[in-house]
Structure formats: C-alpha cells, structure tokens
C-alpha cells in the first residue's frame, strides 16, 4: 500500500466566521409554528412500555425478546400460532393410520 502524500495530511485552516448580531428566529405568519406534538400523536407515542402476550411482563417498547419468558416481542415478532390444535393433529394421524390398518389388513 503506498504511502500517503504529505499533501493530504496536512491541515488546512478555515476562514474566521463572519461577525455581526446573532438575530432571533420569529416564524412569520404563513410559517407553521412548532407548537408542541399533537394530542394524536402524544395518544400513539406516549406509552414506553409494552406487556408480554406471553407471560404479562412490562417491557420497553424498543426490546425484541421478553427478558423473563424468551418470547419474541415487537414489531419484526411472529404473531401467535393460527393453526389447528396439536390434540386435532394428533387424532387425524391416528385415524389415517387406523384406515390404513383396516385396509391393508385383508392384503397380506
């Protein structure tokens, strides 16, 4: 790697700022003036806090897994399973396995 130029390494000194009277700000009559944040926006940001779905635990609103039970929390978590119960799943596979047993069982 070459060695850099003495040109680039040198410091350059900047002009001195023009002086004179610093002046207020006044937003004139067709400017919005900042007058706070909106009562809508206080009702949406307002809160830091949120609870777990899982185990009920306040959490800042910014963490991505609840500290006390693991769960994934906030806007990227996956929502709550949709699917059907285990104890269906688990009572569709026996019966396909009992159909099959009786069909099967005049074969061999």
């Known amino acids: 790697m070459p ?4 040109q680039d390494r040198r ?7 023009v002086s004179g009277p610093v002046e207020d700000y006044t ?6 003036a900042d007058d706070g944040p909106s009562e809508a926006d206080v009702a949406r940001f307002g809160d830091v806090t949120i609870k ?3 185990c009920g635990t306040e959490l800042f609103d910014d963490v991505a897994v609840c500290w ?7 806007p990227g978590a996956p929502e ?5 119960p ?3 799943m688990v009572t ?4 396909v396995c009992v159909m099959v047993f009786w069909l099967t069982r005049g074969v061999f």
């Open 80 to 84: 709550d399973r949709h699917g059907p």
């Open 27 to 32: 937003p004139e009559a067709g400017d919005d």
């Open 11 to 17: 410091i350059v000194r900047r002009e001195r700022p």
């Open 92 to 95: 569709v596979i026996v019966l």
């Open 52 to 54: 777990c779905p899982e």
């Open 3 to 6: 060695a850099p130029d003495d």
């Open 68 to 74: 006390k039970c693991g769960r994934a929390v906030g």
């Open 86 to 88: 285990v104890w269906m």
